[in-house]
């Protein structure tokens, strides 16, 4: 409120007064225009409270997009797998064995690149009549499709792309449909599924349906090259390690800790539980289970809760099992 100046002798220090007075004032409405302390942590804490709600969100929509890629890899996987059968009558072997020991032939992997607009890739790995290749060197070549965009790329000792986180299913522990071998390191291999050393399955032989036959499926435990197929010891063989092809022995995202690591794991806890390397489980990143090729190039997720037993009945091509799955 202005002083009021009735004395002219004092209108000049009245004057004074009122400028002071005014500009006190203004100071005091320009520091009343800022954010208190108090505000300033409120939208702190709200912004704080809306990113914790907003990422999530974000994260799952990403994880989202990484599954559709992945199952559209694996229909492709299944596509190009159903055209190599339509070409030779057959579905490629998990791997052909070859007659020198020790050596690694080349993978189901190899042989359907043709069928996966990969036919300039293939003509220069040159595969051999006899299971093997005559050039290696793409085996650092990371191909198209082979990866789950969820799990991060493998890589060799050098850094160079060369795994594939999809492999086929060889069968299950059903009956006697096996090859029997030594277990110590890479383990027996169960031949009631549709790919294995040297198999010639045809669609014929999958009596229990396509649709209802496992293929092929993912992976996230130790991998191999991505050419490699399978290499044995002994003849006949008394030890035969695959590497494209896998037992289904264990549920689907097996936990290490509970069923074991693979025996040649430098990484494994001292006294751990030990699996071999035939045995090595499906699994992936996606929460809850693992997407599957079908052997009618259907893709579908297997949950990991299943009952272990339909997982098993999935595997075997011919076991007669009625099963009745919602996927």
Not at 35 to 50: C, M, N, R, S
């Amino acid at each position: 409120m202005p002083i009021a100046c009735f004395k002219s002798g004092s209108s000049a220090r009245c004057l004074k007064q009122n400028l002071r007075r005014r500009t006190y004032t203004s100071k005091c409405r320009q520091a009343t225009t800022g954010f208190t302390l108090v505000e300033l942590l409120v939208v702190v804490a709200i912004i704080g409270i809306l990113l914790g709600l907003i990422l999530p969100a974000v994260q799952a929509a990403r994880e989202a997009s990484r599954r559709t890629s992945c199952v559209n890899n694996l229909k492709q996987i299944g596509l190009a797998l159903q055209n190599y059968h339509a070409q030779n009558r057959r579905f490629p072997p998990g791997a052909p064995l070859l007659k020198k020991q020790k050596d690694s032939s080349i993978s189901w992997r190899v042989l359907i690149l043709p069928f996966n607009e990969q036919k300039s890739l293939y003509e220069k790995i040159g595969p051999k009549s006899d299971g093997g290749a005559t050039d290696w060197s793409a085996q650092t070549h990371a191909v198209e499709g082979y990866n789950c965009p969820s799990l991060p790329l493998p890589v060799s000792d050098t850094g160079i792309l060369v795994e594939s986180h999809y492999s086929t299913v060889s069968g299950a522990n059903r009956g006697n449909e096996r090859i029997d071998l030594e277990d110590s390191a890479c383990g027996d291999i169960y031949t009631n599924g549709i790919f294995y050393p040297n198999s010639r399955t045809s669609i014929s032989k999958i009596t229990d349906g396509t649709s209802h036959t496992l293929a092929v499926g993912e992976r996230t435990y130790l991998f191999r090259d991505w050419m490699d197929g399978a290499s044995y010891v002994g003849n006949p063989p008394t030890r035969i390690c695959t590497e494209a092809s896998l037992n289904v022995r264990y549920p689907i995202n097996a936990d290490r800790n509970t069923f074991g690591y693979y025996v040649g794991d430098p990484e494994a806890p001292s006294g751990a539980t030990t699996m071999l390397l035939n045995d090595l489980y499906f699994g992936s990143q996606h929460s809850g289970g693992a997407n599957f090729s079908m052997a009618d190039g259907s893709v579908q997720f297997l949950r990991e809760t299943m009952d272990f037993p339909v997982y098993q009945d999935l595997s075997t091509k011919s076991g007669g099992e009625v099963t009745q799955l919602e996927f």
